[in-house]
């Protein structure tokens, strides 16, 4: 375990005019003071899944399912069997009458499915005639299977018995999926979210009907999400974040993150900003709080009062990848610029206080032309607004960093593109649980 100095990004020069906020040594709330480097992969390491408390398995494009124990940081299986890059990682768990068991699925463009023990590292099942490479998978654990999506959505169950299939002819296919209740299914393919309804017969068979479609979107969805049993939410590639009713699929509240160049309708089009700019790569929520991950920047949406309660356009180098809602002050998110940063949702300073920089940029929030409401705000003019303040920044990786997996007080993992995997410690903690060890073994020996 290494002992890693706080230490943030130089400051930039006043010519430079960075937007991005940086942070100094001192960084009292960032407790993350130790890192381990955990290497295995030969290549981009994409996925990470929790497998339990103390593991989690990580894949990429090595084609390599790595098994990990995040409190010792040591190597537990490596599960060989794919010949090229893992697409798609879950966890399925199963339960008996006297215990449960968690298994991994993983699904990899040489068009196979695989479930695998992480506890002897053994391939369980295979399925190596695959139409085309599955790019999203969605465990239905009431029913004891799984939905695996692309060009085509096919249920197989435990055994990788294929129960139903429907195949698709678009150049997307579908890339997301979310359980929603009354036994549906929402699929993104595209612009659309696809409502599809599942039947089980009296012997067992199952049978997948499309009941809906929702083209509300005006670009590709990019994050599909539950939020809760009653609400989900999509986010697109033009910035529109839409929260959804899971009964009734009807539209219960739209955001358009909209860029605000100039005056004129001309000059906007001519000043607008490059798509991935807006984009939403990642959405996560707590139930109350949607943390939107658009462009190099992050967006805080509240639920209930359909509002923006927070947001920084710039707050990362480049685009950010990954994001989690650690409580209801506190996110973390990871960026194509190799960091990783934590943030606090703290009110604005007073009138005669300047805010941080890179808090207030061009952008408004408002409604799309397809809906009809009030014209758009800027976010000054948006009562409560709060300002996102850099905590932590966490500096090790020298990739784009991925995603990450917090195991609490055990610490966060992260994976990146340097083929590496970084375990992050509570350095105080740490050293506490060092200091213990140390006295059990004198007491053992027969003290000091």
Same mark, same amino acid.
């Given at each position: 375990? &290494? ?7 130089? +400051? ?28 295995? =992969?030969?290549d981009i390491v994409r996925f990470l899944v929790q497998i339990d408390d103390f593991r989690c398995a ?6 390599? %399912?790595? +098994? /990990? ?36 699925? #993983? ?7 695989? &479930? /695998? ?19 999203? &998978? &969605? ?7 799984? %939905? ?23 150049? #997307?296919?579908? !890339? ?17 979210? %696809?409502?599809?309804?599942? #039947? ?5 068979? +199952? ?76 959405? !996560? ?10 462009g190099s920047g992050l967006y805080v949406y509240d639920v209930q009062t359909k509002s923006v309660v927070?947001?920084? *356009? ?7 990848? =990954? #994001? ?52 758009? *705000? ?22 784009? %960093? ?47």
């Amino acid at each position: 375990m &290494l002992r890693w100095i706080l230490g943030g990004r130089e +400051v930039q020069s006043s010519a430079e005019k960075s937007p991005v906020l940086c942070i100094g040594e001192e960084q009292p709330k960032n407790c993350f003071t130790e890192l381990q480097v955990l290497k295995g =992969h030969f290549d981009i390491v994409r996925f990470l899944v929790q497998i339990d408390d103390f593991r989690c398995a990580s894949a990429g494009d090595d084609g390599l %399912v790595l +098994v /990990w124990n995040v409190e010792t940081g040591e190597r537990l299986q490596e599960l060989k069997g794919h010949s090229r890059q893992i697409t798609a990682i879950t966890t399925f768990t199963c339960y008996s009458e006297t215990a449960q068991h968690t298994s991994l699925i #993983t699904a990899s463009s040489d068009r196979s499915l695989s &479930l /695998w023990d992480p506890d002897t590292g053994n391939r369980v099942q295979t399925i190596s005639d695959l139409q085309s490479s599955v790019k999203c &998978l &969605l465990v239905l654990e009431w029913l004891g299977m799984f %939905v695996c999506g692309g060009e085509e959505l096919r249920i197989w169950n435990r055994d990788f018995q294929s129960q139903c299939d429907r195949r698709y002819s678009g150049d #997307t296919g579908v !890339t997301s999926l979310i359980e929603l209740p009354e036994n549906c299914i929402a699929a993104a393919m595209d612009k659309q979210i %696809v409502i599809y309804r599942l #039947t089980i017969s009296s012997d067992s068979s +199952v049978s997948l009907a499309e009941i809906r479609c929702l083209s509300d979107h005006q670009d590709q969805i990019r994050a599909l999400i539950n939020i809760s049993d009653k609400l989900f939410a999509s986010g697109s590639h033009a910035g529109e974040l839409i929260v959804w009713d899971a009964i009734r699929w009807n539209i219960l509240a739209y955001q358009h993150i909209l860029w605000e160049e100039s005056q004129t309708q001309s000059e906007i089009r001519l000043g607008a900003p490059r798509p991935s700019e807006m984009s939403i790569r990642h959405l !996560t929520t707590n139930g109350k709080l949607i943390l939107a991950a658009v462009g190099s920047g992050l967006y805080v949406y509240d639920v209930q009062t359909k509002s923006v309660v927070a947001y920084r *356009k710039v707050a990362h180098d480049s685009n950010v990848l =990954h #994001t989690m809602l650690l409580s209801d002050s506190e996110l973390m998110s990871c960026s194509e610029d190799g960091s990783v940063r934590m943030w606090e949702i703290q009110d604005l300073p007073l009138a005669a206080e300047p805010a941080s920089s890179g808090f207030f940029g061009m952008w408004t929030f408002g409604r799309s032309n397809k809906q009809s409401g009030p014209p758009s *705000k800027k976010v000054m003019d948006i009562p409560n607004i709060k300002m996102l303040e850099l905590t932590g920044d966490l500096i090790g990786h020298s990739g784009a %960093v991925q995603m990450f997996v917090s195991f609490k007080e055990k610490g966060l993992v992260t994976c990146s593109t340097d083929h590496m995997l970084i375990l992050w410690k509570d350095g105080e903690r740490e050293s506490h649980l060092r200091s213990l060890q140390l006295f059990q073994k004198l007491e053992e020996k027969g003290g000091l």
